[in-house]
């Protein structure tokens, strides 16, 4: 049977390289593709997931237990792109040709129908940070209302609403532009 | 109980996510049996998290997850101050500490002897020029005085007898140069 994330960390905690590599392994692609979602691009999800990692385990005895480590991981993880989206806004603000360029590796870049994708990313690109994050949670990473809650430090009932807002948001945003 | 196109629209996110209570379910699904404008609402909202959902993020790839836990140890190792091996665990401290106390105090008492003797020997015309009234005076002891400060702390009073005898020498040799 395969051990807890508690255990992983007691082992951590006692010196044991191999339980920090096995806790990595279990959660880095959860983590970087929360920060992927996010931050969309390569380059800034990979370095946001290593950082997420770095503080978690800087400060893994101020974990209380309370709540799973994966969604400790989520936490910490949120924290760190909240931030960069805020850093990355004044940089926007100095340079907006520079987000043109970022444009062009957005994570929409599949979608079928470019005008579609382009009105859909600009959408979910423009929604306030915490419904970006409440619908990155819910739609992406299949979580309940409470555990989103629990992630974004706010009730469930905040986080409905944050989840319900930004889908209308995206409804409005591509209806507005049919016909 | 009819519901109203405003209540169906409300609840047209719960709805899709099975959040409702199985009785509000009924309602909505009724309601939308009867009403194309809210059957056309729901299902553009449906269409929108289809969308987003179908949205997929690119795997990086093997070489970057195999990679990923060594570029964490790399980073971890940088944020951590290192620990000076004597310090590791299994020692204490306070042994660190007692030694730097004795030496802090061994230094001290040093400085205090260094100060009393006065100018260095190696400058021995700067002492014999300059005026006795601008020499810092050493204390003066009378016999009595001696066997005070010598009960007091021997250690000291030998320091300050020492720098009288010195003082005395360099006036011999240098005093009429």
Redesign the interface.
Known sequence: MAESDYQLLDRYAAGDETAFEELIKRHQKTIYNLAYRMLENHADAADLAQRTFVQAFLHHQNFKRESSFRTWLYQIGMNLCRNAIRDRARRVHEDVQELELADSQDIFAEVAGAELKDRLGRAIRTLPTRQKEALVLRVYHDHAFAEIGTIMSCSEGTAKANYHHAVDKLRRALVSGEG | MTMTCHESKELT??YL?L?LEPSRIRDVTAHLDGCAGCRTEME??R???V????????D?GDR??NE??D???Q??AR??PPIPSGLRKGMAGWPMALAASVLLLVGAWSLKGMFAQGPAPSQPRAVAQAPRAAEPELPQFAEADWHEFWDEDPDMALVEMAAGLDRQAVDRLFGDI
């Not at chain 2, 969308?51 to 690119?58: E, I, L, Q, S, Y």
């Open positions: 996110v719960p996510e959040d553009a909202v269409q929108v998290l969308r987003v959902k179908g949205v997929a993020v690119p990086p970057f997850w990923f836990p570029k964490v140890r980073a971890l944020e951590r």
